[in-house]
């Protein structure tokens, strides 16, 4: 009850108002059944407005940090993300890996709309970035189609950091439904979930229009460590400034 009050009374009106959001193939999310809608990541706001303006309940895998912020801000960001349907996973690897599967499978068992960013993250840089396998053995095992989806313009009205978007026109793109049935069985073969995975991000730079670049964008945000200084550092360091 409180995902379609939020959608339709305390949030999406004004969203649709301000944003005007369009959107190309709706058509291609199926009435019923269980379906994966796997999407680039270029802001928070994705998860805003593609539940916005699909008709059916989407529930998205979240990182279970956004659900245990301190203050007003943390909590009304658990508040929403919980109204607005995500449900929250360990995203560190290892076995945290195995029970945001599970998630998943749990959610498309129920025949539902399973929401998924493949990238793992937000991109740090409005590229779209390689992805990651798990969306592919979640479709292979449950037997379930992937929609691609392109959000456009989201990172434009809230980049990364920022907490108010800015207001200006948001879209989404639709693509048709990739089935992977050809590999049914197969989603223990790694070579496998690497060529469903590849087959739905080329999909995705084609919706989007985003530069694809085969590194993970996890790495990429990865902080540096400071470059060595030079091996004479500390002999220029003596020397009195003239």
């Not at 895998?61 to 659900?67: P, V």
Request: hydrophobic fraction near 45%; proline fraction near 8%.
């Amino acid at each position: 009850m409180l995902y379609w009050l939020t959608k339709y009374v305390f949030v999406g009106w004004w969203l649709r108002l301000l944003f005007r959001p369009w959107v190309q193939g709706i058509e291609n999310i199926p009435d019923d059944g269980p379906a994966i809608l796997a999407s680039n990541h270029l802001s928070f706001s994705d998860s805003i407005f593609l539940p916005l303006m699909v008709d059916r309940r989407i529930t998205f895998l979240a990182k279970s940090d956004y659900f245990t912020g301190k203050g007003i801000k943390g909590r009304f960001i658990a508040w929403f993300l919980a109204a607005a349907g995500q449900v929250p996973v360990d995203r560190t690897g290892g076995r945290a890996s195995e029970a945001a599967i599970a998630a998943g499978l749990r959610v498309i068992g129920g025949e539902s709309l399973l929401g998924i960013y493949p990238e793992g993250t937000r991109s740090p840089d409005g590229r779209l970035y390689r992805g990651k396998t798990g969306v592919a053995r979640m479709a292979l095992e449950a037997k379930v189609p992937i929609i691609p989806v392109a959000m456009i313009n989201t990172r434009h009205i809230q980049p990364p950091g920022k907490i108010l978007p800015r207001i200006a026109r948001v879209g989404i793109r639709i693509g048709t439904p990739l089935d992977f049935s050809r590999y049914e069985g197969m989603e223990g073969d790694r070579f496998v979930l690497r060529s469903v995975t590849d087959e739905l991000m080329y999909e995705l730079m084609e919706l989007s229009g985003q530069e694809y670049i085969d590194v993970y964008a996890s790495r990429v945000k990865e902080p540096r460590p400071a470059p060595a200084p030079p091996e004479d550092a500390d002999d220029r360091a003596a020397v009195p400034a003239a």
